[in-house]
C-alpha cells in the first residue's frame, strides 16, 4: 500500500457522532452508499485532507467501509470515535460510562 499525502480519517458508526464536527469543520458529502448510512464527508482543515466516514454499525460495516478507503493509500491517522448512545437528553455526563449488554 501506497501513503498518502497527510489525510486523516475520522471513523464513527452513526452519523449523529459526528455531525457537529462535520459542520464545524464544513465539511462536504463526497459519497453516501444509496439503502445504507454510509457517508463519506470530506474537505480540507488545518492544511489537512480530513475524511469523516460513518460506516454504521457492527464490525462487518466498518470493515467494508474502511477497506474501501484504506486500499486508496494510508492515512496519516485514523481517529475511530463515538458515544455509544449517549445523546443529550438521555441522562448521562461526561465521564461517566455504562455497559452494554
Not at 39 to 62: C, D, E, P
Not at 63 to 76: A, C, D, E, T
Amino acid at each position: 500500500l501506497k501513503s498518502v499525502d497527510p489525510m486523516i480519517l475520522v471513523v464513527a458508526a452513526l452519523e449523529e457522532e459526528c455531525l457537529g464536527l462535520v459542520g464545524s469543520w464544513g465539511l462536504k458529502l463526497e459519497l453516501s452508499v444509496h439503502g445504507t448510512p454510509q457517508k463519506i464527508y470530506s474537505g480540507t482543515r488545518f492544511g489537512t485532507s480530513i475524511k469523516v466516514v460513518v460506516t454504521g454499525v457492527l464490525q462487518h460495516n466498518a470493515v467494508s467501509m474502511l477497506s474501501k478507503l484504506l486500499i486508496q493509500g494510508i492515512p496519516w491517522a485514523v481517529v475511530n470515535f463515538g458515544c455509544v448512545g449517549a445523546y443529550e437528553g438521555r441522562g448521562l455526563r461526561i465521564g461517566e460510562a455504562f455497559f452494554v449488554a
